[in-house]
Structures are given as C-alpha cells and as structure tokens.
C-alpha cells in the first residue's frame, strides 16, 4: 500500500438536501507510517461541551493554536490537523510536495506545531499538514485557521447535536465507553460498527439494495457517488441537474445531482436522499482504499450522532420527519 501524502481538493458544487449549494470539497490524507508520533491528548473533564457554529453545511468550533485563537472545521474527512497557509505560511516546514486534484495542481508542507486546545482539552505536539484552505474562506466569507480531522480524537468520543450546535468530547472508561452519566442521548435509532482505515472513517451500508462502503465525512457538505456505481443503480434514481465544476488550474468537468429513496445503514432506513455523483477514483488513491460513496452533510444532518473511535461504533438519534 501506497503511504506517500496524497492531497486532494475537490473545487465543486454540489445540491444539498437543504437546498442550499455547498462547495470547496477538501480531503488531505498524510502518510500513516511517519516516525513522527502526536503526543497523548490530556485534561481535567468528563466531557468537553463545545459551542458549534455553521458556516454552510460545515461544522465550525473555535480552538486555540498557541496564542491565536480562531474557527477550525471538524472534519472527519481529514486524518489530523491540517492548517491554513494564510496564517501558517511562515511555519517550518518540512516535506515540501507538489500535489494534485481534479484539474491541476497546489503545494503543501508539514510542520510541527505545539499546544492546541479545544476549551479544556489540551495536545502538546502535534504534526500538522499545511495548505491553501481560502477557497473555503472565500466561499463562507468566514476565516478559517485549519481543519481538525480524526486522529485528534482517537482516544475518545464525541457527539455532534447540530440541532442544538453542540459538540461533546467525551473520555471513555477502561472498557472504551462513555463514562454513564455522560451519554447525550439514552437510546440510538441507528448503530452500526465502522472500519478506521489510515484515520478515515468506513461505514458499510447500501443505496437502492446495493452493498457499498461509505467514507464518513462532516467537511462534506453534500452526499457524493462514485461514477461507476451511479451507472449501476440510474434507473432508481431521478436525475435533476447536470453541472459544469471548475477544478484546480481551471480545468473543467460534468458533475450530475439525483435523488433516490433507500439508503439503509445500520439496518435504518432513509428515505428521499441527495447526491451528487462523480468520479471517485482520486478520492479513494487520497485514502488508499476504493470509495463508493462518501455520507455528507445530508445524511448526519438528520440526527444527533456519536462516534466512538476507541470501539468503533457509531450511533445516531435521529429526528424523524413525515418526508424522511
């Protein structure tokens, strides 16, 4: 298996199920098997209750990098921490790279950067990948310092409860669960097991009775399907708009948006679902894994979620409505 760096940057447009339009798809994959190892995550709490705000479809909370405080994206499509080279640029860097994405090509370098806090969790030493993160800015008219990806909480779990904008990390007990007293919500409607392959997240389920393995992605800010699978299953989905995406170095190429009735994950089903179906295989190259699909913004949207990276379980209180 490939562990060379793979970056990818997805310059798009896509239909979210809000009917809003979401764009600026970032997804940076960092070798697994670097000699350099983060230090252990520490602090005095059960769990840390974080304010979210929304930018869009993104998740946005505000952490601390050394004495500049600022508004990150939690990111599950990202491995660690990755900064922007706005703010970063001056940072030392190391593995300087040429790297690319649909249509062209960007830069990126690694650093290492010291104490980051989330409220009263703390890391002392973190690498840290670096890149050119303003088409997010721009498109959210929002500054953005950096992306918090999985690694940061491979040693807890956390819950996100957009509809109240509130993230909770939480510290799990000698067997990998939370702490009683601490659980957001008492029951699930949904759980299912989850694979962590190089720190992305896999979920297996099926759209339209057809098998797949979903990345889990809350920078998405849409669902997306890979090509070949939408030719497979196009006579269950409507097709609703085709549209020409400008990619790195002005490249241009056709990206299609359809619904379709049956998702099913964790034996729960959703209906009426969105997606935007393109060409995947850069994304799986960027995960050293192939990638049907990828579960945005219009599926965990729709319920208040618990990821336990420790026991690899994910679990959702959903809200049901009549058209859902």
């Known amino acids: 298996m490939n562990k060379a760096c793979h970056f990818l940057l997805l310059l798009s447009l896509c239909l979210c199920g809000t009917g809003a339009l979401c764009d600026g798809r970032l997804i940076i994959h960092s ?3 670097d ?4 230090t252990d995550p520490y602090g005095d709490f059960q769990t840390v209750t974080v304010p979210i705000k929304r930018a869009g479809n993104l998740i946005i909370i505000e952490a601390q990098l050394d004495t500049l405080i600022g508004n990150f994206v939690l990111d599950t499509g990202a491995p660690g921490l990755v900064l922007n080279e706005t703010y970063f640029r001056d940072a030392a860097h190391s593995d300087n790279k040429e790297v690319g994405g649909i249509g062209g090509k960007t830069h990126a370098f690694s650093t290492i950067v010291n104490n980051l806090s989330i409220l009263d969790l703390h890391y002392d030493r ?8 303003s088409g997010i800015e721009n498109s959210k008219g929002i500054k953005i ?8 909480f491979s040693k807890f779990a956390i819950t ?7 993230l909770y990390i939480h510290k799990l007990d000698d067997k990998g669960e939370i702490i009683p007293g601490e659980r957001v919500f008492g029951h699930s409607d949904m759980k299912t097991s989850f694979k962590l392959l190089d720190d992305v ?6 759209v339209n009775d057809n098998d797949m393995w979903f990345a889990f992605d809350t920078g998405a800010e849409c669902n997306l399907l890979d090509y ?3 030719k497979k299953l196009a006579r269950k989905m409507r097709v609703i708009s085709h549209r020409t995406v400008t990619g790195i170095g002005g490249s ?3 990206s299609s948006f359809a619904f379709f009735d049956n998702l099913v994950i964790g034996n729960y089903l959703f209906k009426n679902n969105h997606v935007m179906f393109t060409r995947l295989d850069e994304v799986g190259k960027a995960y050293n894994s192939t990638v049907d699909a990828i579960l945005g913004n219009d599926f965990f949207s729709r319920g208040i979620f618990t990821i336990n990276f420790v026991k690899k379980d994910f679990e959702m209180y959903i809200y049901t409505y009549p058209d859902k």
């Open 201 to 206: 997240i896999f979920i297996k389920g099926s």
């Open 145 to 152: 310092l950096g992306l918090l990806g999985t690694r940061l």
């Open 252 to 254: 241009q190429y056709e």
């Open 160 to 166: 996100v409860d957009l509809f109240n904008n509130v």
């Open 31 to 33: 070798a697994s098997g």
């Open 35 to 38: 000699k350099f190892i983060d």
């Open 228 to 230: 070949d699978n939408f």
């Open 126 to 133: 973190l690498k840290a990948d670096v890149t050119d993160l």
